[in-house]
């Protein structure tokens, strides 16, 4: 098969997957626009923010960082707090990204929360290219996440209706696609222990502190029963 139609092919079966994106981003990068528009910023700084940062959590801590006294440290502080988890992103996709040349530049580049659900799970069809396939997946959701702010940037003072409640778009889209992952699934033993880990890390640490403790734990959980888990999914 040609380069060009396995380009076209990966594109194809990357769209798909990436259509509940295209509504959360779409909707939360509009109201960061929007957010960014009421503060005082020209459309310009969500547009190239989003394009160069890519980071939502951090894009709208940025608003106060900009507003506040000029304090370099404390943003790369800020910023490696929020964004620790990427770390666990990163040591899980060492495998994926082995092999695709230099489209893992930009894959780590974009390596955002919904990238690495889709690109860590999916199914790619053998007629496509991996390396292409998570470009994609990853090009696209960017795209989706630019556009919003753009707009909400560029229309924020003209919207009037209540942006209250637009950032549940992004818990239903997580819902989503841990369900379609969970349906495809021959053995269930690893999204059941990722749940039941998550909540008990949610019991002890808290809503605003249990997201790194359970990564930690999900990953050395996952690790110490990885061969057990592979054989249980051989047999089913």
Request: proline share 4%; net charge neutral.
């Amino acid at each position: 098969m040609e380069k060009k139609q396995v380009i076209i092919n990966s594109l194809k079966a990357a769209f798909p997957k990436t259509i509940p994106i295209m509504a959360g981003f779409t909707f939360l990068g509009l109201t960061y626009g929007i957010y960014m528009n009421v503060s005082g910023f020209s459309f310009l700084y969500p547009l190239l923010m989003s394009m160069t940062i890519f980071a939502g959590s951090v894009e709208f801590l940025a608003v106060g960082m900009l507003l506040g006294p000029f304090d370099p440290l404390s943003a790369l502080l800020m910023t490696i707090m929020v964004n620790a988890r990427h770390l666990f992103y990163g040591i899980s996709m060492l495998e994926k990204f082995s092999d695709v040349g230099l489209k893992k530049i930009y894959l780590i580049f974009a390596m955002c929360d919904e990238s690495f659900s889709i690109n860590y799970t999916a199914q790619i069809p053998e007629d496509c290219d991996k390396g292409w396939f998570m470009f994609f997946v990853s090009i696209l959701n960017q795209i989706y996440w630019v556009f919003g702010a753009a707009m909400g940037g560029l229309f924020g003072s003209l919207i009037t209706f209540s942006t209250e409640g637009l950032d549940f778009v992004l818990v239903s889209m997580f819902v989503v696609i841990f369900l379609d992952n969970f349906i495809k699934e021959k053995n269930h033993a690893s999204s059941i222990l990722g749940i039941v880990i998550s909540v008990v890390c949610l019991l002890i640490f808290g809503p605003d502190r249990f997201i790194i403790p359970s990564m930690i734990s999900i990953l050395a959980v996952l690790s110490l029963l990885r061969a057990p888990l592979e054989k249980a999914g051989e047999k089913t």
